[in-house]
Structures are given as C-alpha cells and as structure tokens.
C-alpha cells in the first residue's frame, strides 16, 4: 500500500483552477466535471470479461464511461499495461480514452502481486496529468481498493474529490467464503478501510453494500450515495421464439433442451461447483431428465480458482454428469446475449456479489434466474416473480429451485416475460446520470470540508 503523506493546513488549500470552480459554485451554479481521471489497477476495460480477474467491474467500467461521456463527461481511464504492445492511449469510444501504465513486468503478476506496484502505477498516473495544464481533471473515480490507494494520492495531489467504488469488499467476501477458499489478506481491510477514510463520496450498489460499509468500514452517511448498476438494453433483449430457437442451433444445443446455464468466472466464490452437485441430485431424484437436460458453463478460470483450473472438470466426472455438462470459454456481450436467450435459466449459486450484473443481462433476454440470496442479487432479481432466490448452498435445496424451470415450460415463459419487464428498469443511462449527479455533489463542497481534509485537520 502507498503511504501517504499528511500535508499541513496551508498545501491543503486548492489549486487556482479549483478555487475559481468552487467561486461559481457558491453563486448557486453547481455543474457536473468537464473530465475526470478513471482508476482501474488491476484489470483493463479492454479485456473479455470472464476469465482472469476480467468480469462485472469491466462491463461496469466500459459501460458508465461511455454513457458519461455522452453526457459531455469526458473520461481518460488509467490502467496497468500487461502487455509491451499496448499502445500508450487506446480510444474506447468517443470522450473515452484508456491509458496503459507501465508498472512492474508485464506479465507474470497475479492481483495480489499489485500492492507492490502501486507507487509506480501512482506515478504513471501523475507524470501524465502533469503533462497538461493545472486542473486537467475536475474528479478522481477509483474502482476496487487498489485503485482507491492511486486515487488518494492523486486526488489529494491535485485537489480535487475522489469518488471512489468498492465492487467487493474484503470483510463482507471474508465471512461469506467458500469451503477452502483462501481469505483475503489483512493488507487489503487495511487499505479498504483507508480508502473510506480518503473518499469524498462512496458509490454502492445497493443499500445493503451501503450498509456494509456503514458497518464495516466506519462510512458515514454523507459519504454515501447508491447507484444500481445498468445493463445494455440494446445487447441484451428478449428474442421471439425464431430468435430463440435459432440461437440453440447456433450454440448446438437441442431444440427441446432443458439448458442450465452458468456464466462468470470459474472460482469458489462464484460457486458452479454448487450448481453441478445440484444437477447430480436432481438427476438421482430424476433420472429421466437426463435425455434433456444441458449444463453450459461459459468462462473461464480467475482467482483462486486458477490454482486448479481443471477442478470443474473433474467434479462433473466423479459426479457422473459429463455427458449433460459442457465448458465453452468466455465470449463477447453479443455471442453472451445468444447463451442468456438459448437458456432456460441463468443459475448464480455465487457465495458474494456486490450485484451480479449477469442476472440482470440473462433477465433482460427474457431468461429467468435462479440466485443465491447474498449481497445485491436480491435487487436484481425478484423472487418469485422474475426467478428464484436460495438460502445458503446445500446441493438439494438448489435441485428442488431448479427443478421447476426444467420440467415446466409455462413457468419459464411466465418468469421470463416478467424478467424482460424487470431489467428494463436499469438501464445505464440512468446510472450514468446519477452517477454524474454524485460528481457533481462532490464538486460542490469546498476542499477544505471534503472527507479526506476533514480527516487530515483532526
């Protein structure tokens, strides 16, 4: 983790730029940043998410830059180079460009080697801003707790707010992990714990990852504002029966399949090894569903699940069910679109989730989801009525949930009409606009009161 320095009253003052902005401000003319500084450390917008530590954050980060931009925000998003042929500047879109910094070897590096690097990420970071004019971004939006470490010390070097997004936290994945899953390390609650303390505001995902940080890391209430995260209606639609039917034969999967769809990564923390143990009960219980039922798994190995990547593989063999199980690797938001529309049900047995925006991309195909009830699953999904929600992860408790969606048809279609309804509602138009809203709100208070200086002068 970076050590930051504690400044003294008078370098706490802001910028020229800064004072001139807060001026405008007090006359009553709050205004949204005209460009702000994107941190994400350890995995780039660019990379397919599902495998490695590519997955919900980088479809959070490509799809809220984009619609931030089309609301005149432009945004530059640093992230670590992992590769000798990435360009220094990639333009995503239009008023978004993704910057590759250079800091440690390029390859051979894990999340949890990170820490280490960050002091040179920082300096990436600050040697590009310094080669603009003073007061080139009006905001710093940090996602994960090692970006937050490179906000701090940007935000307070440049004077200006820093917005930051947890996505996990550490705590809350802690008491919820796995059986023999690795903890997170005590390194990581102490730099999440400094990044609450640094922030200006704390973006949520739902009231309850609110309340989590209100519980575990101290937040206070005006720190916090919660946004729903989005999802691309325009990718992701529901099909005509046609559409559906041709995407089965497109992914050859039989017209008349019971399909039981994982997609994310394959770790313990995402839990697919519940969904097979389920799959063998309900086939013991059931075995003449075997003629028709398809258990896609789409992704790929991340976390501590590359520790043993074929360990899914094995399982299904020594559950008997290699010949209903199939392991496709990560595909892009088109081809994914074209799993959720072929599938019967998303199934999410996941241990932790901030959100799951995989339930939100399946619903809006007009998919049902069948979901563990953890984190803000239960505000993606609504039980009962666009799928099911499951208490804990015993194997026969998510047979018995996934047994209604394999034999009856007018279910599926009933929950899946009212899924389609459902993820309508959260579009990232609305969550960029909010989101901007939030910026806007940390704009508006004076440097001297931000959280971080507040902290600072105690």
């Not at 925006?357 to 803000?376: I, K, R, Y």
């Not at 007018?410 to 389609?420: D, K, Q």
Request: aromatic content about 4%.
């Amino acid at each position: 983790m970076i050590q930051h320095p504690v400044r003294s009253v008078r370098r706490a003052q802001p910028a020229a730029p800064v004072r001139g902005r807060l001026q405008s401000l007090v006359a009553g003319r709050q205004r949204r940043p005209r460009r702000i500084a994107m941190l994400s450390v350890h995995t780039s917008p660019l990379h397919q998410p599902g495998t490695g530590d590519a997955g919900g954050m980088n479809v959070y980060i490509v799809e809220l830059a984009k619609r931030l931009a089309a609301l005149d925000i432009e945004v530059e998003i640093f992230t670590r180079a992992i590769c000798s042929d990435d360009a220094p500047a990639v333009e995503l879109a239009p008023g978004v460009l993704v910057r590759h910094v250079t800091a440690g070897p390029y390859e051979g590096l894990v999340k949890e080697d990170l820490p280490a690097q960050l002091c040179a990420f920082t300096h990436g970071v600050l040697r590009t801003e310094a080669g603009h004019r003073p007061g080139h971004y009006d905001l710093v939006h940090s996602h994960y707790w090692l970006s937050g470490q490179v906000g701090w010390l940007a935000a307070q070097r440049w004077g200006v707010p820093l917005v930051h997004t947890m996505h996990t936290m550490a705590k809350v994945k802690n008491a919820a992990l796995a059986e023999g899953d690795t903890p997170e390390p005590a390194a990581r609650v102490i730099g999440e714990t400094q990044v609450v303390e640094a922030a200006d505001r704390l973006i949520a995902n739902t009231t309850e990852e609110a309340a989590e940080l209100a519980r575990h890391y101290a937040a206070r209430p005006d720190q916090l504002a919660v946004v729903h995260p989005g999802v691309n209606l325009d990718v992701f639609r529901p099909a005509a029966p046609a559409a559906r039917a041709a995407a089965r034969a497109a992914l050859d999967l039989p017209a008349d399949a019971a399909v039981l769809l994982f997609a994310g990564r394959i770790q313990p923390l995402k839990a697919p090894d519940v969904l097979l143990r389920a799959v063998a009960v309900l086939l013991e219980r059931r075995p003449e569903l075997r003629e028709r039922l398809v258990v896609p798994v789409v992704g790929g190995p991340s976390g501590t699940g590359l520790a043993k990547p074929e360990s899914l593989h094995k399982l299904a063999a020594q559950l008997g069910i290699c010949d209903v199980v199939r392991f496709h690797p990560p595909v892009g938001q088109a081809r994914l679109a074209d799993w959720y529309r072929a599938a019967t049900a998303l199934v999410m047995p996941s241990y932790s989730e901030s959100f799951g925006l995989v339930a939100l991309e399946a619903q809006a195909c007009g998919t049902p989801v069948v979901a563990a009830a953890v984190g803000g699953l239960p505000v993606a999904v609504r039980d009962g009525v666009t799928g099911t929600l499951v208490h804990g992860h015993d194997p026969v408790a998510w047979s018995l949930a996934l047994e209604p969606y394999v034999t009856d048809p007018g279910l599926v279609a009933e929950r899946g009409a009212a899924a389609a309804r459902h993820a309508a509602a959260f579009g990232w138009d609305t969550a960029a606009a909010t989101t901007a809203e939030v910026y806007a709100g940390s704009l508006a208070r004076p440097a001297g009161l931000r959280t971080g200086s507040l902290r600072r002068l105690v």
